[in-house]
C-alpha cells in the first residue's frame, strides 16, 4: 500500500507520500500566516490580495509530540543525561537488580524496528487491536543480552529522555546483533515490527499510541545515526559515543571533532494555480495506481526553503512558482538507509505558469487536478480501515501469525468500484496540504477552511 512505499536518495517524494499521521498527543494553535485568496471572477492573485493571517488548531504530525522530556534545567537533576549516564554505570557495574531511582525503561531495537506487542480492546466487538512499545527493565535486557552478541555496557545504550511524574528515564539499545532474541520476545509475544507498519496502525485518536509513536521514531533516528557515524568524516578514525549517546567525538586526538544527530531538511509542497482552482499533483512510478501527490524534493546547500521549493517544482514539472506560504512541518524517521531523520516542512505553493513539463526520470506524470476531484479522492479513500487492517496484522505478527490480512488492498468506493483517484492519508502530511486546500470555503469573500469528516485537519 502507499504507505509502505520506501524513498529513493535520489527522490524525497515517497517520504513526502508515505511522511505521517498527522495526529495528536496534544493540541497546538499554530498560527499560519498563508494566503487566504480573495475569489474573484477568474481573475489571476496578485500580492496585495495575500494579506489574511489565521489561527488554525493543529494536532501534531505523527513522529512529532514526543512526550517524553529531553532536557533538565540543571546537569546535577538525577533526569539529566549527565547524572541518568553515571546512574545507569553504577548499576551496570554492580551487577544489581533493584530498582533504582529513578526506574529505568530500555526499548531494544533491531535493524532499526522497534520491539513492539499488541493488545486487544475487550469492549469492541470481536476485540479492537492495539500496538504498544516494549519496554524493558535494565535488569530483564541484562537478562536478555547475557549470552548473546551485544555487549550492554553504557556505550551501547542511548539516552531519549525522561518522565519526571513517573520517575522514568529511558532509554533505545541496537540489538541487531544478538541471534535468538526474536524467538525469545515471540514467546512473551513481542515482536520487531516496522516503524511504517507501526505508524500506519496507530490509531491517531488515541494520544498515547501516538506519543509512543514519536518515542520510537526519535529512538530510530538516533541508533540509525549512531550507526551511520561509526567513523570520523574528517579523519576516519572510530567515533566515540558521548553525552549518554546525544552525540559522538572522534577517537584520535589530533582530530577530537564532535559529530551530532543528523537532520536532512525536504521539503514537499501543494502547487495551486492562478485563480486557486486546481491544484498540481503528480505521481512517480513506484506509486500504487491512481494515487496522486505532492511534489517533494531535498535542499540543495546554501538554498532557502523557499527558494528548494521553486528549484523542484521547476525542476520535476516546469511550473515556476511565486509566492510561497509554511504550513507545518513534520520529523520523519524512517527514510532510506544513510538518512536517518529527515525533517519534512510543507507549503502552499502559487504558481505563476501553467504548462507542465515532467521530468520523466523525477515523475511519471504531473496533472492540474479541480476542486472537486481532490474532494472526491479524500472521500472514497478508507484511511480508517487501512489503519484497522496494519493494527491486525502488527497484532498477528506479535502473536507469531506468519500471513496477515493484506495491507495492500486498493481504494474503492460505496459501489465497490476502484476509486479513479486517491491522496495519501492522515498519516501523511501530503494529504493535510492537500485537503486544507480542497476544504475552503468562501466566507463574505475570503477563502477559509471547511470542516469536512475525515479530512480536514481540524476534524481528526
Known amino acids: 500500500m502507499f504507505f509502505l512505499l520506501s524513498l529513493s536518495s535520489t527522490s524525497a517524494a515517497g517520504a513526502a507520500i508515505a511522511a505521517s499521521n498527522f495526529i495528536s498527543l496534544s493540541k497546538k494553535t499554530l498560527s499560519l500566516h498563508y494566503l487566504s485568496l480573495i475569489k474573484t471572477a477568474r481573475k489571476p492573485y496578485s500580492c496585495s490580495q495575500f494579506s489574511t493571517t489565521m489561527s488554525i488548531n493543529l494536532n501534531s504530525h505523527a513522529f512529532a509530540g514526543n512526550p517524553i522530556r529531553l532536557n533538565t534545567p540543571k546537569s546535577s537533576d538525577p533526569f539529566s543525561p549527565t547524572s541518568a549516564f553515571q546512574t545507569l554505570k553504577t548499576l551496570l557495574l554492580s551487577h544489581t537488580h533493584e530498582p533504582s531511582s529513578p526506574d529505568f525503561k530500555v526499548l531494544p531495537f533491531r535493524k532499526g524496528r522497534p520491539l513492539a506487542g499488541s493488545v486487544c480492546d475487550a469492549s469492541g466487538s470481536g476485540g479492537k487491536p492495539s500496538w504498544h512499545l516494549g519496554w524493558l527493565s535494565l535488569g530483564e535486557c541484562r ?9 550492554l ?30 524467538s525469545e520476545f515471540g514467546a512473551r509475544q513481542f515482536c520487531f515490527v516496522e516503524l511504517r507498519t507501526l505508524m500506519v496502525a496507530t490509531d491517531w485518536i488515541d494520544a498515547k499510541a501516538m506519543g509512543e509513536l514519536a518515542v520510537a ?20 578514525a572510530k567515533t566515540v559515543p558521548m553525552d549518554a549517546g546525544r552525540r559522538k567525538s572522534c577517537s584520535n586526538e589530533l582530530c577530537k571533532r564532535r559529530v551530532y544527530p543528523r537532520v536532512d531538511p525536504v521539503v514537499i509542497m501543494l502547487v495551486i494555480d492562478k485563480e486557486n482552482d486546481r491544484a498540481l499533483l503528480s505521481r512517480q512510478s513506484r506509486f500504487v ?72 526520470e523525477e515523475l511519471e506524470d504531473a496533472k492540474w487536478h479541480s476542486r472537486e476531484d481532490v474532494k472526491k479522492a479524500l472521500t472514497f479513500a478508507e484511511y480508517k480501515k487501512a489503519q484497522r487492517t496494519a493494527a491486525d496484522r502488527v497484532d498477528q505478527i506479535c502473536k507469531g501469525v506468519e500471513k496477515g490480512q493484506n495491507l495492500s488492498a486498493d481504494f474503492s ?5 476502484l476509486a479513479s483517484m486517491f491522496i495519501p492519508g492522515p ?10 486546500w480542497a476544504n475552503q470555503v468562501v466566507v463574505n469573500g475570503a477563502e477559509t477552511h471547511g470542516k469536512q469528516p475525515g479530512s480536514s485537519l481540524s476534524s481528526l
Open 143 to 151: 537478562a536478555f543480552l547475557e549470552n548473546s552478541e551485544v555487549n
Open 153 to 182: 555496557n553504557e556505550d551501547s545504550l542511548v539516552y531519549l529522555g525522561f518522565t519526571a511524574e513517573d520517575d522514568v528515564v529511558y532509554w533505545a539499545i541496537d540489538v541487531s546483533e544478538a541471534t535468538g532474541l526474536v
Open 217 to 236: 521514531g526519535h529512538a530510530r533516528a538516533l541508533l540509525e545515526w549512531h550507526t551511520s557515524s561509526r567513523f570520523c568524516g574528517y579523519c576516519g
Open 289 to 360: 495506481p491512481r494515487m496522486w501527490s505532492c511534489l517533494a524534493g531535498f535542499i540543495e546547500p546554501g538554498e532557502s526553503l523557499e527558494e528548494a521549493v521553486r528549484r523542484e517544482t521547476w525542476e520535476e514539472a516546469g511550473i515556476e512558482v511565486g509566492e510561497v506560504v509554511y504550513h507545518s512541518s513534520q520529523p520523519w524517521p524512517v527514510g532510506p538507509s544513510g538518512i536517518p531523520c529527515q525533517l519534512m516542512v510543507g507549503f502552499f505553493a502559487y504558481a505563476k505558469s501553467l504548462e507542465i513539463n515532467v521530468d520523466k
Open 413 to 417: 468506493v460505496e459501489s465497490g468500484e
Open 427 to 436: 498519516f501523511a502530511i501530503a494529504h493535510h496540504l492537500i485537503s486544507s
